[in-house]
């Protein structure tokens, strides 16, 4: 039986139509199997939401950190082996790189 992996309906739901759009315009509407999913994939990937779009980096980590919690969730529902993870600090791994924000909160002034 289908499990879902997801408890957040709305906002998983945006999340998933949007990186759906966004993987369909970066390798077609070929099914993608989380075996594929790996360092040169998800470097790659990285290059064309930064390249080719017109994302800022925090929406291109954002993506990058979908990606890496649906593979997580895959490995906690037995989908796929825990040793195809391509994430981690690791050689040869793919690491998230958290961009710098600025903090753009209210003064004691203006409020």
């Keep these: 039986m289908w499990k879902p992996i997801f408890t957040r309906s709305t906002i998983v739901n945006k999340s998933i139509c949007f990186y759906l759009r966004i993987r369909s315009r970066f390798s077609g509407n070929n099914p993608l199997y989380f075996d594929q999913i790996t360092v040169p994939y998800l470097r790659e990937l990285e290059a064309h939401l930064k390249g080719v779009s017109t994302l800022g980096d925090r929406s291109v980590y954002n993506i990058m950190m979908f990606v890496r919690l649906l593979f997580n969730r895959a490995i906690d529902n037995n989908i796929v082996n825990s040793n195809k993870y391509p994430f981690g600090s690791g050689k040869?791994?793919?690491?998230?790189?958290?961009?710098?924000?600025?903090?753009?909160?209210?003064t004691l002034q203006e409020i």
Excluded at 94 to 103: D, G, Q, R, T, W
Aim: glycine share 14%; hydrophobic share 25%; no cysteine.
């Design 92 to 106: 040869g791994k793919y690491k998230l790189k958290k961009p710098e924000s600025v903090k753009i909160g209210l």
